[in-house]
T-cell receptor, first 114, second 115 residues
Framework: DQQVKQNSPSLSVQEGRISILNCDYT??????FLWYKKYPAEGPTFLIS?????DKNEDGRFTVFLNKSAKHLSLHIVPSQPGDSAVYFC?????????????FGKGMKLTVNP | GAVVSQHPSWVICKSGTSVKIECRSL??????MFWYRQFPKQSLMLMAT?????????EQGVEKDKFLINHASLTLSTLTVTSAHPEDSSFYIC???????????FGEGSWLTVV
């Protein structure tokens, strides 16, 4: 059972436009969500996170929106740049005290065309 | 941001031998470290969770006798692939979480090729 879903495997946008990456989750116990960016043969790089007590978190060009009732979050990148081309992973965790594990989606490949 | 370093980045070993991968948190103390494995075009698969000074907790289906994890200090965890076989060839990634905060930072990953 896939608890974190990124249903679109890829997205292609023009430079300067907005990129919207979606993520759905099924486990209502998840209370912390993160987005990671990954280039081939490298480890994921943390981008932005959001706690379930918020519905929006913004950091520069990156904004994450959380809709708890729909169990849905999205990452907005605006304006998109060619350097943003990478695979983006959505991840979620449930605070149980101690070692919270991240559950990852399958990732979505973003291509930003010049 | 926090830095997690993995070594080696690339390793080739002969079938039947063992190989060790190190994961270090460079500017923070990592009470918990995680080891992942990624197959091509697939998501990260959590292998095990290690807490400093205690035994690692392995995910279902991961052989603990084959993938030995040691977390002897707050800045170092090691993954040893014992008696490696070609099917163990993969991209292994560690991550670490500090004493405070929920964010988990990842190492650069280690490519293991077993020939």
């Amino acid at each position: 059972d896939q608890q974190v879903k990124q249903n679109s495997p890829s997205l292609s946008v023009q430079e300067g436009r907005i990129s919207i990456l979606n993520c759905d989750y099924t486990n209502s116990m998840f209370d912390y969500f993160l987005w990671y960016k990954k280039y081939p043969a490298e480890g994921p790089t943390f981008l932005i996170s959001i706690s379930s007590i918020k519905d929006k978190n913004e950091d520069g060009r990156f904004t994450v929106f959380l809709n708890k009732s729909a169990k849905h979050l999205s990452l907005h990148i605006v304006p998109s740049q060619p350097g943003d081309s990478a695979v983006y992973f959505c991840a979620a965790s449930a605070s149980q005290g101690g070692s919270e594990k991240l559950v990852f989606g399958k990732g979505m490949k973003l291509t930003v065309n010049p | 941001g926090a830095v997690v370093s993995q070594h080696p980045s690339w390793v080739i070993c002969k079938s039947g031998t063992s190989v060790k991968i190190e994961c270090r948190s460079l500017d923070f103390q990592a009470t918990t470290m995680f080891w992942y494995r990624q197959f091509p075009k697939q998501s990260l698969m959590l292998m095990a969770t290690s807490n400093e000074g205690s035994k690692a907790t392995y995910e279902q289906g991961v052989e603990k006798d084959k993938f030995l994890i040691n977390h002897a200090s707050l800045t170092l965890s090691t993954l040893t692939v014992t008696s490696a076989h070609p099917e163990d060839s993969s991209f292994y990634i560690c991550s670490a979480r500090g004493v405070s905060g929920n964010t988990i930072y990842f190492g650069e990953g280690s490519w293991l090729t077993v020939v």
